[in-house]
């Protein structure tokens, strides 16, 4: 049998999963929407892999990250279950291990991480302001009547772009239509909404941050080429993206499952039905809220407590 390792970044828009062996190779890999309800996402991939994955691969290894990491991770039975800026620093460096650099802009978050000597050393995320996202990019692509897919080949065909206000959504939202009442090129006005992106990241995300080159710029928005060029731009430099860039945080997070204690994961839980619920703890001040987890009505897990007053035994 050739031991193999699964990975699974979910996230509050899309769900990245892969399958990678020793040698860290893609066997397999899925990206798919989230639509809100992670547990049926991760069963829709797992679906998936169980109906592809060749009889002679056994996977040994699980791990998760995104925001709904530690939900899927008692899910699956992971054997690691790691934050989403040790996983894309882990994921990048298998692949470009002096990159200094990371550029990540999701579909509705985005982070900065630097590295120097193949370690993390400093890190930032976006606040509440989704101006420079991908959920933006795709609402204004909607607006515009376009597919947010085809965004990159439009904004690069544009030699006059459009200024967007970057500062939030709301700004950006109302200067689009402004400029577009206006009689604004609508191939300048993409160009100029990518430029927008990029600004919002450096005044925000990037803010006082010392950018070293090489650089790679990954996640979703990294396949809109407009993006990039409004980087590159901003940056004076040439930028990496990798074909895989969005899948990054997942293959991490399957490397980091290497080096702990080898499991025997099946693909039974698509047949299984999870349920979460929560109440508030009113044993004292904290008034943590816990989140308790179910499979086939059976209690497996609950966290968010702060104290043992909260804690909920599992059966």
């Not at 899925?30 to 679906?47: C, D, L, R, S």
């Not at 996640?219 to 990054?248: C, Q, R, W, Y």
């Amino acid at each position: 049998m050739r031991k193999a390792y699964l990975g699974v970044d979910i996230g509050s828009i899309s769900t990245k999963a892969v399958i990678i062996d020793e040698e860290n190779n893609i066997l397999l890999s899925e990206y798919i929407w989230t639509e809100g309800n992670p547990i049926e996402a991760v069963k829709k991939i797992m679906q998936s892999f169980k109906e592809k994955i060749e009889k002679d691969v056994k996977i040994v290894g699980v791990g998760t990250t995104g925001s709904a990491r530690k939900l899927i991770g008692t899910i699956l039975g992971a054997n690691i279950i790691k934050n989403e800026i040790t996983a894309h620093a882990i994921g990048t460096l298998s692949f470009y291990p002096d990159i200094k650099t990371i550029i990540e802009i999701g579909g509705q978050d985005s982070k900065i991480i630097l590295i120097e000597d193949g370690i993390v050393v400093d890190y930032a995320m976006n606040t509440l302001c989704a101006a420079g996202t991908g959920a933006f990019l795709s609402s204004q692509a909607k607006r515009l009547g376009v597919n947010v897919e085809d965004f990159g080949e439009i904004a690069l065909s544009s030699n006059n772009p459009t200024p967007i206000a970057a500062r939030c959504t709301v700004f950006a939202e109302s200067d689009l239509v402004h400029k577009a009442q206006m009689g604004y090129n609508k191939k300048d006005i993409i160009a100029g909404l990518c430029e927008s992106v990029a600004k919002n990241y450096m005044n925000n995300v990037a803010k006082g941050k010392k950018i070293k080159e090489p650089i790679i710029f990954q996640g979703g928005v990294s396949k809109n080429i407009g993006v990039k060029k409004a980087f590159e731009k901003i940056l004076d430099t040439n930028i990496t993206t990798d074909p895989n860039g969005h899948l990054m945080g997942a293959i991490g997070v399957a490397i980091l499952s290497q080096k702990e204690k080898e499991i025997n994961f099946n693909f039974n839980m698509v047949n299984y039905q999870f349920k979460t619920t929560s109440h508030f703890c009113n044993g004292c001040p904290n008034n943590c809220e816990i989140m308790m987890i179910k499979k086939n009505n059976k209690l497996i897990d609950a966290w968010g407590n702060r104290c043992e007053k909260g804690q909920v035994k599992t059966t």
